[in-house]
């Protein structure tokens, strides 16, 4: 038996790390050591300005993060607990790089893995795990956002091609992308596209002014007599089914990646605290801080072993989409409110870009919306134990 007087750490106070394997435990800790390394430093520069550093697309590629869940084509086919603990590890620094890796791996790459012909395969994805394409997933439009049956892009015939016309709203690494999965509406039903950005008739405008996600780069994609052959269509995408099996795998990765934001607010807070003195004494001696830190504390941990039975679940037998839902709606909202408390506990320091917390907390709000809002995912749960879908 283990020395029940061992020291805790306060971030893994039910010793968290104990149920992974080593080779998970090793992946963890070298997405950390390079989070850290080369993500952490220049972030507020790149949130204050609204950039993104494309440039790490090849590094984050090397490391094995681009499409580390799916086997085979250059990716590394490693289990869905590793590519949460990236997920959770990126996060941790800032949603815009957890959401990097959410739409090339889970968005891009998944869509051609699962749904896309040999030829299709073996031309993108090795170049896309190694980081030297960026793709992007455009569903959602300006009209049909939670409800993306609602959508008005179509594809129409033409010979040996297919031509779309609309526009997609909100598109992670739209402007940044060198290929766009699109889905489009055709006279048999909804279907996907592998999109080339450099297609005549296809344009991008990014999104301006974001006061979340604002080192992530969000766009409109716009299509406009774009022809694409029949070739680069996805052969087994079919109807509405397609795309939204996608989303289960960026899901999946959100349930891990929120809790690493998490983690980033609750240790700051633990951290800023232990230094910060009020009324003679460091500020964490009060009972009131300690109480929130506890309360942040317990969330966070049962947050994280959510997302770790969620992924075991999916690495044993499959992950059904109602409890990607649980996991997505509950860790969300959680991490939101821990960034919430644990911005108080900062005072006025808490605004600034000096700490990470206001910047977690206001990209969590996007994270709160896309990849289906809180309220979607709980008409999906809702569903699950009523039997009865309440979404129209
Ligand atoms: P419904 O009739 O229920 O379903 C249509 C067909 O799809 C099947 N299905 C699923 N299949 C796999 N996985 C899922 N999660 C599925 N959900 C549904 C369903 O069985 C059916 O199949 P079939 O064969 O019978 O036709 O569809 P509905 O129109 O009633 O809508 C249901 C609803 C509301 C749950 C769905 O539309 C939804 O999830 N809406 C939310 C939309 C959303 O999440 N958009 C996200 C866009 S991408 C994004 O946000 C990326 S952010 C990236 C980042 O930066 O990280
Ligand atoms: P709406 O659907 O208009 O919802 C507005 C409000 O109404 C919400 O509170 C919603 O929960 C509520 N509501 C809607 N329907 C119901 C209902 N039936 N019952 C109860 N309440 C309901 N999309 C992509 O395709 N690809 C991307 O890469 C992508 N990246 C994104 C990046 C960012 C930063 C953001 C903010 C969004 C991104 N999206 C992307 C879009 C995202 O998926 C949508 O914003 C999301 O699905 C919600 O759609 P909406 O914004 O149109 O809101």
């Known amino acids: 038996m283990k020395d029940l007087a061992r020291p805790l750490a306060p971030e893994d106070l039910l010793e968290i790390s104990s149920l992974l394997s080593l080779e998970e435990a090793a992946i963890r800790d070298s997405v950390r050591r ?57 996060e941790a620094i800032d949603s815009g790089f957890r ?23 073996e031309e993108w994805l090795p170049k896309m795990a190694a980081g030297e394409a960026i793709g992007c997933f455009g569903l959602t439009e300006t009209d049909a956002g939670s409800d993306p ?32 999965i699109v889905w489009a509406k055709t006279e048999d039903g ?9 297609t005549p008739g296809f344009s991008t405008t990014d999104v301006a002014k974001k006061l979340s996600l604002r080192a992530s780069v969000t766009s409109e994609l716009i299509m406009d007599d774009c022809r694409i052959p029949e070739s680069l269509r996805l052969p087994d995408a079919k109807g509405l089914r397609a795309p939204l099996s996608c989303l289960n795998e960026a899901r999946f990765g959100i349930i891990w990646g929120v809790m690493g934001a998490a983690r980033s607010c609750f240790t700051t807070a633990l951290d800023y605290t ?37 992924g075991r679940v999916k690495d044993e037998s499959g992950l059904p989409p109602a409890m990607v839902s649980f996991g997505k709606l509950n860790n969300v909202a959680e991490a939101l409110k821990i960034a919430r408390s644990a911005r108080g506990l900062l005072g006025a320091n808490g605004i600034t870009l000096e700490y990470p917390i206001l910047r977690h907390m206001n990209n969590l709000e996007s994270v709160y919306t896309y990849e289906g809002t ?8 809702g569903e699950a134990l009523t039997g009865i879908p309440a979404y129209r």
């Not at 015939?157 to 992670?172: A, C, E, F, Y």
């Not at 003679?280 to 994280?304: M, W, Y």
């Not at 809180?374 to 749960?381: D, G, K, M, P």
């Open 99 to 121: 959401s990097f890796v959410s739409v090339q791996g889970s968005l891009a790459m998944f869509p051609i893995w699962k749904y896309g012909s040999e030829d299709q395969k």
């Open 34 to 90: 390079y989070a850290e390394r080369e993500l952490a430093p220049g972030i507020a520069e790149h949130f204050e300005a609204g950039t993104f550093p494309k440039e790490i697309s090849r590094s984050l590629g090397d490391l094995g993060l681009l499409g580390m869940h799916l086997e085979g084509y250059g990716c590394a086919g490693l289990n869905a607990v590793s590519y949460g603990l990236a997920c959770l590890e990126l």
């Open 374 to 381: 809180n309220e979607i995912h709980t008409l999906i749960v």
């Open 274 to 310: 232990g230094s910060r003195r009020q009324f003679d004494k460091p500020i964490a001696s009060f009972q009131l801080t300690q109480e929130r830190l506890v309360q942040i504390a317990v969330e966070l941990h049962k947050g994280t072993l959510l997302a770790l039975h969620l």
């Open 190 to 198: 909804l279907k996907g596209f592998i999109v080339p950005t450099d």
């Open 149 to 180: 049956s609602g959508m008005r892009t179509t594809a129409k015939r033409s010979g040996p091609d297919w031509v779309l016309n609309g526009s997609k709203m909100w598109i992670t690494n739209g402007g940044i992308a060198d290929v766009a």
